[in-house]
């Protein structure tokens, strides 16, 4: 959980991230850099989450072929004030429900990222995916990764029916779209 100190810094910092502005040139790094601004925008989301039953240790599950999830393994890179423990899952297992407290999916074609949301519907598993742009079936938050920055929207809908609850800060920074 994180502390009221760690929440001053965090929000702001998921903000910067949600809102960074265009000015860099493209470079060779544009991977890495864009994968250190999705690690810090799942971080941010996950640290902003509660279960109904608080893990001690966020259990993060990656699944498929992401492009941009190489900083989620940086142990470096994560919060001090978070823990979590990031491991690859295959998409088609049945226990992810059970096994993680949040899953990041990208690279999946659209019927299997689909079979893995239904698998966590109604179960406390927050869902963040890549490659999402419709942001409706299942996906909580779907992220828009720019060469300089990293937004997401945010399924309502979704989040209703996990049982977690998002800060509301974290919310209004996303592209609201509507229910299903």
Known sequence: ?????????????????????AGAAPSSTDTATRSALVGQAVMGILGYTRWPVQPDVIRLCVAGQPAYDS???DD?????????QVR?????????????????LGGLKPGARRQVLRRIVGHPVVSIVEDDAECAVGSMFCLDVQPDRVGFQVNLDSVARSGVRIHPSV??????????
């Open 76 to 84: 470096q890179a994560r919060p001090p004030a978070l823990a979590v």
């Open 171 to 180: 919310l209004q920074l996303s592209r609201r779209r509507p229910s299903p």
């Open 88 to 104: 690859r899952a295959v998409a088609d297992d049945p226990a992810l429900a059970q096994e993680c407290d949040a899953v990041y």
């Open 1 to 21: 959980m994180i502390g009221r100190r760690a929440w001053r810094f965090w929000l702001p910092a998921l903000l910067a991230v949600a809102h960074a502005t």
């Open 71 to 73: 900083a989620l393994f």
